[in-house]
């Protein structure tokens, strides 16, 4: 079984940066896909950003592309998220996420972390 531990959150600037970071444990024979996750408050969790684990390209939401890159480290099971030019519209909770082989949809999920952005 996959376990995600997600840190790097904080409170940043408008236009400054934060990286996230998400560590795997487990067997990460099962992985299938990662993504990356936000939820604002008061709004539906959606997507930010995926990618197989097997190493295909890497998606991103509209609102994040060419500010947000998702990137990982397999040495150290690790999964990264480096947002720039952050904006307050990116004020959220973090989630990563992992979709395992023979299960549908991400069902594995780390426990959050907060980014505030102050404008």
């Known amino acids: 079984q996959v376990r995600l531990v997600e840190s790097g959150g904080g409170s940043v600037q408008a236009g400054g940066s934060l990286r996230l970071s998400c560590a795997i444990s487990?067997?990460?024979?099962?992985?299938?896909?990662m993504a990356w996750f936000r939820q604002a408050p008061g709004k539906d969790r959606d997507s930010v950003g995926a990618?197989?684990?097997?190493?295909?390209?890497?998606s991103y939401v509209d609102s994040v592309k060419g500010r947000f890159t998702i990137s990982r480290d397999k040495a150290v099971n690790t999964v990264y998220l480096q947002m720039n030019s952050l904006k307050p519209e990116d004020t959220a909770v973090y989630y990563c996420?992992?979709?395992?082989?023979?299960?549908?949809?991400?069902?594995?999920w780390g426990q959050g972390t907060q980014v505030t952005v102050s404008s």
């Open positions: 487990g067997d990460t024979s099962t992985l299938y896909a």
């Open positions: 990618f197989t684990w097997s190493g295909g390209s890497i």
């Open positions: 996420a992992a979709a395992t082989i023979g299960v549908h949809g991400y069902s594995v």
